[in-house]
């Protein structure tokens, strides 16, 4: 099982260009989410989609466009990188968030120069 | 506002000891707490998820603990080795989000 795919592994951007991040998951899950990690903040949640056709903002949504294009996907685009945008990005999904487990991808790491 | 803590953020212990990792929540009203190993440069792996009316759930080693009314969960890991050695995380649904604790580096010592 793929469980939750991200692409792609690694990225480098110079300031101003944009570009998207893709998630997709093979679980059937209603719940998708985006995340940022970095040293000493832990993992921030950027934006989330509780079902198919909404997404709501997180705690750092600043910055970021989300698009839930169906159940499977769910990406994450920057406009216009800033060099504070340098991070490491999960995707994650889950069933009932009263009742199951979050699965995440194995991350997008991203320079921004 | 649902804040959830980690203390302490590093821990080293020697090879075959028994230890505790703390996870503390200030808001009572959740569903269920996950617990999530992440190792150096990789994603988080799910390693127990334990409801609200469960006061404990095991995996092999390990064993988590809840107590919703005090706000803590634990996680016991038993005779420890060292490829237990990454990052432990906890976290907690609040409304459609899930809220992480910031982690515990753990080193075991060969």
């Known amino acids: 099982n793929a469980g939750v795919t991200q692409t792609p592994k690694f990225q480098v951007l110079k300031t101003g260009q944009s570009m998207t991040l893709q998630c997709a998951q093979d679980m059937n899950h209603n719940s998708m989410y985006w995340y940022r990690q970095d040293p000493g903040m832990g993992l921030r949640l950027i934006y989330y989609?509780?079902?198919?056709?909404?997404?709501d903002k997180g705690e750092v949504p600043n910055g970021y466009n989300v698009s839930r294009l169906n159940k499977r996907e769910f990406s994450l685009r920057l406009e216009s990188a800033a060099p504070s945008q340098t991070s490491v990005y999960f995707c994650?999904?889950?069933?009932?968030?009263?009742?199951?487990?979050?699965?995440f991808g194995n991350g997008t790491r991203l320079t921004v120069t | 506002k649902q804040e959830v803590t980690q203390i302490p953020a590093a821990l080293s212990v020697p090879e075959g000891e028994n230890l505790v990792l703390n996870c503390s929540f200030t808001?009572?009203?959740?569903?269920?707490l996950q617990w999530f190993r992440q190792d150096p440069g990789k994603g988080l792996t799910s390693l127990l998820l334990?409801?609200?009316?469960?006061r404990e759930q095991t995996s092999g080693r390990l064993n988590a603990s809840l107590d919703k009314s005090s706000g803590r969960s634990t996680l016991y890991i038993a005779a420890s080795q060292p490829g237990d050695s990454a990052t432990y995380l906890c976290a907690v649904p609040r409304d459609d989000k899930i809220i992480f604790g910031k982690g515990t580096r753990l080193h075991i010592l060969p």
């Open positions: 808001d009572s009203a959740i569903y269920n």
């Open positions: 994650a999904s889950s069933g009932l968030v009263s009742r199951t487990p979050l699965h």
């Open positions: 989609s509780a079902s198919e056709g909404t997404t």
């Open positions: 334990i409801q609200s009316s469960q």
